[in-house]
């Protein structure tokens, strides 16, 4: 959605043409698959995170702008909420120190916009839902001057029909209403992404649709919402439900949500794309003046511009993009399922445990989606949101009775996936001591049990159990997240509750 978009009212004939545009880039995108064009394997991988802005109070400060206007640096974007933005990380290969490399990047980034968003009374919390976040400060008043952001709310809310409802139940129960979809942005995110051939494509994006629950299970960070204490991990229900354009009679029938974990296995990339075009109407009609298959016949590359921008309103957790880089075409996975945080080292463990483990189940003889229902990968990433850290998942059974059999997702880890990782990291020819120090990070939260969930919760019960109120509470334990978080040492190692006075 990066795309500069002007906001305006669209007429019944805007949505016509644009999906007519939309079966042309469709059918361009066939082409290219058909005739080969795309760039060929170059491991390339990319990162995007999703920040907060917080006082020194541990409150939301909705400064985004002036913030952006102080760091002036084209690898910090604005996001959907006052209170957000979006550091990118340029496009590095898959070799040798890359997770060094990446952390460092990192680290000097994160410390720098933190610096300037200090001389407006705000800081970078990079969390996945900011605790002291409350109904009052996701609103559309909040969302961020932009015009793109405005006119999706609009779509949004006028193809709803009526106010958006949330109501998650976990450890307390939330039911809250918005006239917009501001909640949504109260949700941050850390995006990896990894370019991939067309025959490579349904291998890596089946891998990593596997393995999405256990990827929260470990990085869960996410278990407040409005003063609540929901799932270990609330981002996914709370996209879900704040994009969810259908009202309750077309949820009744069977219409798919915007925000999905999806249905089947794939055979191919394009099978994605269709889907998106076959199920789900266009949100943002917006035309270009490119013809796709009059560029393919005059030897060009399309950009697909309204596939790109279509796709980019769908909300896989592990999404389809395609994109240009010096006119080549190429495909990548984007894997959306983890949220922020909770340290710089935590956040590059839980990237070199995925790139390792999807390369090693998307290169295994005998994959395991092929042993493993895709209603029960659904499953697990509902229970691993729910419980987090403690979540037990269904997984095949070694050896070759076959069957899936219920597990700890700390034992799965430690017993079966890790050593995969490592292989996987092995075969991108990763230093070994970065495959070591990396996925050591992993090894040591599952044998504490303590991911960014589980110490946030038990920092905010032992505020309370010190006498602090609610909303205190839960200030309180920003406010210590914020601090050693910026000390950086990863999550595992956190004590739990406050220093002594």
């Known amino acids: 959605m990066g795309e500069k978009i002007v906001a305006g009212a669209f007429a019944p004939s805007d949505r ?12 361009g995108l066939e082409r290219l698959l058909s005739e080969r064009r795309f760039d060929r394997p170059r491991n390339l991988m990319g990162l995007e995170i999703e920040l907060n802005l917080a006082g020194s109070d541990g409150m939301p400060r909705m400064r985004n702008a002036e913030v952006l206007q102080r760091i002036a640096s084209r690898d910090f974007q604005t996001e959907l909420g006052m209170f957000n933005l979006e550091v990118n990380i340029l496009p590095h290969r898959l070799s040798g120190r890359v997770f060094d490399q990446l952390a460092e990047e990192l680290r000097t980034g994160l410390a720098y916009a933190h610096r ?13 839902i900011l605790p002291t976040l409350g109904r009052d400060d996701v609103v559309s008043a909040n969302l961020s001057d932009v015009d793109r952001y405005t006119l999706l709310n609009d779509q949004m809310a006028a193809a709803r029909g009526e106010e958006f409802v949330l109501d998650i139940e976990g450890v307390e129960r939330l039911v809250s209403t918005s006239a917009s979809i501001a909640p949504e942005s109260a949700c941050t995110s850390v995006q990896l992404h990894l370019q991939v051939t067309p025959d490579r494509f349904a291998d890596v994006w089946n891998a990593a649709q596997a393995i999405a629950a256990v990827q929260i299970a470990l990085g869960a960070n996410s278990p407040f919402l409005f003063g609540k204490e929901l799932w270990r991990e609330s981002r996914p229900p709370l996209f879900q439900q704040a994009t969810d354009v259908r009202p309750p009679e077309l949820r009744n029938q069977g219409v798919r949500p915007r925000t999905w974990f999806g249905e089947r296995w794939i055979g191919s990339a394009f099978e994605l794309f269709e889907e998106n ?36 309103t769908v909300y896989r957790w592990n999404r389809p993009v395609y994109g240009l880089a010096d006119g080549v075409p190429h495909l990548r996975v984007e894997n959306r399922v983890l949220p922020a945080g909770p340290t710089v080292v935590d956040v590059i463990a839980n990237a070199a445990f995925y790139y390792g483990l999807v390369r090693a189940l998307a290169d295994d003889s005998r994959p395991v989606w092929t042993r493993l229902p895709f209603e029960a990968a659904a499953e697990n990433f509902d229970a691993a949101c729910r419980h987090g850290i403690e979540a037990e998942l269904l997984w095949p059974r070694p ?17 079966e996936l890790l050593p995969l990782a490592a292989a996987g990291l092995d075969a991108w020819n990763i230093e070994p001591s970065d495959r070591d120090r990396y996925l050591g ?13 589980s110490w946030q919760v038990d920092t905010y019960h032992r505020a309370l159990e010190a006498g602090l109120a609610r909303e205190g ?18 999550v595992h190692t956190w004590p739990v509750g406050f220093p002594a006075p």
């Open 399 to 415: 050896g070759r009775s076959g069957g899936v059999a219920k597990v700890p997702a700390v034992k799965l880890v430690r017993d």
């Open 441 to 453: 990070v992993i090894e040591e939260r599952c044998r504490l049990r303590v991911n960014g969930a």
């Open 16 to 27: 016509q043409a644009y999906r007519e545009k939309l079966t042309r880039c469709l059918t």
């Open 473 to 490: 509470a839960l200030a309180a334990t920003t406010r210590r997240y914020g601090e050693l978080m910026q000390v950086g040492e990863p």
């Open 116 to 128: 300037k968003a200090a001389e407006v009374d705000a800081g970078i919390v990079m969390i996945g």
């Open 277 to 312: 075009l076959r199920y789900y109407p266009p949100l943002l009609p917006i035309c270009d003046e490119e013809d796709p298959l009059q560029v393919l016949d005059e030897g060009g590359v399309p950009a697909l511009g309204e596939l790109v921008l279509h796709n980019g």
